[in-house]
């Protein structure tokens, strides 16, 4: 069958093109270009994520498959960067990750791979699907390596993106994802995984989100106040806070302190002790059910708030509109605007959504 | 199968060539600056093509700089004169919108070390008007870089025209032939230019090798400092086999030249209009009469510009766009922008570049596969996007 691979020159996504090799695939090795990474125009040495695009296709050269080079940037620009900043400006602490693989990876991408009669997409993602003959729908599993799931990125998929998403690393743990490449010989077998957001090229999102806003830090500063609304301090810009942030804050109080809400209407930052910080219930929206339809009635799931959290159990109902309530056992600390929640009943994702 | 219809980005060497290199491997092992007989064997080599490719631009032997490709040759050109009547007080570039980006990227290097330079826009053809060149020249101007034949849409632009305008100011007028070389008969002293970039790999002889013709009492700041190889304007021990391959590649390229090309043109056409017959929605960028004999650019409605060019790939057949990044990824192209077409023109459409190989089967085998893929790509439906 003719796949499309896309390869971003990790160990995942090339292990990911090199199983489906060997397993017999005609494989087409795409990666996307998805911002400006042209040398410095005047001096060079300033770089950047070319060497991953350059790994991409070395390591497509040694399976001995076709690649290309995909210019997504305006896609990327449109769907992930814009709305990074947009929620950054509206107090919330944005998941780019979510977007990039909903919209670019199996939207884009996938429609890409029907230009070129590709039957599906397949990447690095740590994540399962299998067909469920008895329903006659595709299911979402966690990633058999738990320390590497990927599951929660992926929340957002439809079933029809289901039936043509591939993840041929999904049933292996890392460990297993090296040897494989260590073994075919590929160059980026130890290569480290990637944790920063890939196009805040410093690590510093705050100044990111600065300046394509295009302002001074300064103009964003606030008051920080606790919850009796007395003014405690001073914050660089809401943007550079998120909920559950206690470092960073330059207040000397008794007790240590946590950031609980980010107010962009007042431009404040409110702040209190560890034990305000739980909550127990949250509305999420945009909500994707992976089954296609939301449950009937409440549904005892377990839900997680954050890429790296446990899940906790909790109680989902859907509505009103795409919206689902969330109710957990035991109040969770940092539940955050802008991050994902996403429900799971065992290993199977049952859906997820953004939170309010 | 596959069928190459990208000779504008590089023709395959010729089997003269190869052969030809092979042999000056081994056999001209010397040193071309040396004094000894292995020296002189070499000096010789390198004497025989110099005056070959001389000959294909109808140029003296001793005004050649052979150079390790266009884009040095362009280099030489332009920050060898700006460098060199700066002393004069000229601090003025002129230069056009759709030149390549060797031209156009040195221009702006310049113009950020305090140049000024002027980009004189093309009309909706992609051909600069000889008026509009003159009129941007001032007092000041060092040098004028047009080029012979644009890399994309392969329109030849009105050289001796804006050479009457040039002469006489005191500025040089260069011209970048790397498109043009092989393709249209070249004669300097017709032309009117004091120098001239060419580029081997573009008529079938090895990469990393080119040329800039200087006319003779030109003077030029040299760019590449050390040794009096060329003499004094280009310092590095010369690439003898490469530059013996370059000689041939110009033999044959000029006589080719010489007898018409044969029926490349012909074949264009055929390609030309099988297409527009065959995928509706399609039209052709550029003059359709002011052109090189082997190129033609076609938008294609609706589609990315990417896809096609892969999905063409995948049927094995290589064609190209023209502009392209440093990861390989294509861009919306500046020549079709400078042309002032709509934005989606400038990210749907292909260049079809044709050689002494193509054959009437490679094209009818093009214009059969076309309209599936266009169609497909056409046809696309957006999955549905769940959770933005």
Redesign the interface.
């Known amino acids: 069958m003719r796949i499309v691979a896309a390869m971003s020159g990790g160990v995942d996504s090339s292990v990911a093109a090199a199983a489906l090799v060997e397993a017999g695939h005609e494989v087409?090795g795409l990666?996307m270009?998805l911002y400006?990474?042209?040398?410095g125009?005047?001096a060079f040495g300033s770089c950047c994520s070319?060497d991953d695009?350059y790994d991409a296709?070395r390591v497509a050269a040694a399976l001995g498959i076709?690649h290309?080079?995909?210019?997504f940037e305006e896609q990327f620009e449109q769907?992930v960067v814009r709305n990074f900043v947009e929620e950054y400006a509206s107090g919330r602490t944005p998941i780019p990750c979510?977007?990039c693989n909903?919209?670019l990876k199996?939207?884009h991408l996938?429609?890409?791979a029907?230009?070129?009669?590709a039957a599906a997409v397949a990447t690095g993602h740590y994540a399962r699907v299998v067909y469920d003959e008895e329903h006659g729908r595709y299911r979402l599993l966690r990633g058999v390596d738990p320390a590497k799931d990927q599951s929660y990125f992926l929340?957002?998929?439809?079933q029809?993106?289901l039936a043509?998403a591939w993840f041929p690393v999904g049933h292996l743990t890392k460990p297993d994802v090296r040897a494989m490449a260590a073994r075919l010989g590929l160059t980026v077998a130890d290569k480290p995984d990637s944790h920063e957001i890939c196009f805040v090229a410093d690590g510093d999102a705050g100044g990111f989100v600065e300046r394509r806003l295009g302002v001074d830090g300064r103009e964003l500063e606030g008051e920080i106040v606790d919850t009796a609304g007395t003014v405690i301090g001073r914050h660089r810009g809401l943007h550079r806070y998120t909920v559950g942030q206690r470092k960073g804050l330059g207040l000397a109080r008794p007790i240590p302190m946590y950031v609980l809400r980010l107010d962009p209407a007042e431009r404040r930052l409110v702040v209190g002790p560890r034990e305000e910080l739980g909550r127990r219930e949250l509305t999420a929206s945009?909500v994707?059910w992976i089954a296609g339809s939301p449950p009937d009635g409440p549904r005892r799931v377990t839900a997680r708030i954050r890429h790296r959290h446990p899940d906790a159990p909790a109680t989902v109902e859907a509505g009103p509109g795409d919206h689902a309530q969330v109710v957990f056992d035991v109040p969770q600390l940092a539940v955050t605007p802008g991050q994902a929640v996403v429900f799971y009943d065992g290993e199977d994702v049952v859906g997820?959504?953004?939170i309010d | 199968m596959r069928i190459y219809l990208d000779y504008n980005a590089t023709a395959p060497p010729l089997p003269e060539v190869v052969e030809a290199v092979s042999q000056a491997m081994a056999g001209i092992p010397g040193n071309a600056s040396s004094v000894h007989t292995f020296g002189q064997q070499a000096k010789a080599a390198l004497d025989t093509a110099r005056t070959e490719v001389a000959r294909l631009l109808g140029a003296e032997a001793s005004e050649i700089v052979f150079t390790s490709g266009g884009t040095e040759a362009d280099n030489l050109a332009i920050r060898g004169a700006a460098e060199a009547l700066e002393q004069a007080g000229r601090r003025h570039l002129v230069t056009t919108a759709i030149e390549h980006e060797a031209v156009l990227n040195t221009m702006r290097a310049l113009e950020r070390r305090g140049w000024e330079v002027t980009f004189v826009p093309v009309d909706a053809s992609g051909v600069v008007s000889a008026d509009a060149v003159a009129k941007a020249i001032r007092p000041d101007t060092a040098l004028v870089s047009v080029m012979h034949a644009n890399n994309e849409i392969g329109t030849l632009q009105p050289i001796e025209e804006i050479a009457k305008h040039v002469r006489g100011s005191g500025a040089l007028l260069h011209t970048d032939a790397v498109q043009s070389a092989g393709k249209v008969p070249i004669d300097v002293k017709a032309l009117g230019v004091d120098l001239l970039s060419i580029s081997a790999h573009k008529f079938g002889g090895p990469k990393g090798t080119g040329a800039l013709w200087i006319r003779r009492g030109v003077r030029l700041f040299s760019q590449m400092t050390g040794g009096r190889q060329e003499r004094g304007r280009r310092a590095g021990t010369e690439n003898v086999p490469a530059l013996v391959g370059m000689g041939v590649a110009a033999r044959i390229a000029a006589r080719r030249v010489a007898t018409g090309l044969g029926d490349i043109a012909a074949l264009r056409d055929r390609l030309e209009s099988g297409i527009l017959t065959a995928v509706p929605g399609t039209v052709v960028n550029g003059d359709p009469a002011r052109r090189v004999p082997n190129t033609t650019n076609i938008s294609f409605d609706g589609i990315e510009a990417e896809s096609l060019l892969i999905a063409l790939d995948l049927e094995g057949v290589a064609i190209s766009t023209g502009s392209a990044c440093s990861s390989g990824s294509l861009e919306p192209s500046h020549v079709l922008r400078a042309m002032g077409l709509p934005q989606p023109r400038t990210r749907n459409s292909l260049r079809f570049s044709l050689g002494p190989s193509t054959t009437k089967a490679d094209v009818d085998f093009v214009v059969g596969v076309l309209p599936k893929l266009v169609s497909r790509l056409r046809q696309l439906g957006r999955p549905a996007v769940a959770g933005r």
């Open positions: 087409i990666s270009q400006d990474q042209r040398e125009r005047e070319l695009l296709r076709p290309y080079i995909v210019n769907t979510v977007h909903a919209t199996f939207a996938l429609e890409r029907e230009a070129f009669d929340f957002s998929l439809s029809e993106q043509r945009r994707n997820g959504g953004w």
